[in-house]
């Protein structure tokens, strides 16, 4: 099995994530450094990342956190600010987040030690569709609502039709929910800046079929056995 697949699949990080490991010397076969992603483990071989040795039996965790603003989506923070790791500390499996959200947006993250899925998730070919509820400044016209429909330049890239919603419009700021199945850093914002709507406050309310609904921020919650299947699907 190729080594970042193997690395994957015990949980330890994407497929992406296991090749910059390897290439930065974290990863040893045997007692000695492995630079090499397209290595094939053997069924003998002794696989180590960071200094633990890893295995294939893990149990499959999936579960859905609501992240609330102020937390790094990542597992640790070398400028101890708090991660999403610490919201999650009472799981015994070595999980890890599947994508990203910005330090000052909440709202749904999966988590997961199954690398397989993860990078299934995050490429952008299987076009899995996040939906956002983000208050903004201004007022959001009829015109602007369809240029972010239609698409709209955010420095150099050109974003694929969205789908987006008018939620409430008051004198100063409007609500919208919108959909894209794109993952550029801080998209969303960047969307409606560009319509001269900067966002206030961003929340991710759904990925794919998997809803926030009522969980509570901070918490988290096991996927259905249904929605694992969902997420396969994609």
Do not use: C, W
């Given at each position: 099995m190729r080594l970042?697949?193997?690395?994957?699949?015990?949980?330890?990080?994407s497929r992406r994530k296991?090749?910059?490991?390897?290439?930065?010397?974290?990863?040893?076969?045997?007692?000695?450094?492995?630079?090499?992603p397209g290595y094939d483990v053997l069924p003998d071989d002794t696989v180590?990342?960071?200094?633990?040795?890893?295995?294939?039996?893990?149990?499959?965790?999936?579960?859905?956190?609501?992240?609330?603003?102020?937390?790094?989506?990542?597992?640790s923070d070398d400028k101890d600010r708090l991660t999403v790791a610490d919201l999650v500390s009472d799981i015994p499996e070595r999980i890890f987040p599947v994508g990203r959200l910005d330090y000052n947006t909440s709202g749904l993250l999966l988590m997961t030690n199954d690398g397989e899925l993860a990078n299934r998730l995050a490429h952008?070919?299987?076009?899995?569709?996040?939906?956002?509820?983000?208050?903004?400044?201004?007022?959001?016209?009829?015109k602007k609502l369809n240029r972010l429909r239609k698409g709209v330049?955010?420095?150099?890239?050109?974003?694929?039709?969205?789908?987006?919603t008018l939620i409430k419009q008051t004198q100063r700021s409007a609500v919208a929910?919108?959909?894209i199945h794109e993952g550029k850093n801080r998209q969303v914002r960047k969307m409606f800046a560009a319509v001269g709507c900067p966002v206030q406050e961003l929340e991710r309310i759904?990925?794919?079929?998997?809803?926030?609904?009522?969980?509570?921020e901070g918490t988290y919650r096991k996927l259905t056995r249904a929605e694992i299947e969902i997420l396969k699907s994609y």
């Open positions: 970042n697949k193997y690395i994957a699949n015990a949980g330890i990080a296991a090749d910059e490991l390897t290439k930065n010397g974290n990863v040893k076969i045997n007692g000695h450094v492995m630079k090499e180590e990342v960071n200094g633990r040795v890893i295995e294939q039996n893990e149990k499959k965790v999936y579960i859905a956190l609501n992240k609330p603003r102020g937390f790094v989506t990542t597992m952008p070919k299987h076009h899995v569709e996040k939906t956002y509820r983000a208050k903004v400044a201004g007022v959001l016209s009829g330049d955010i420095g150099g890239f050109v974003t694929s039709p969205a789908k987006v929910e919108i959909t759904a990925i794919g079929d998997i809803y926030l609904a009522r969980l509570k």
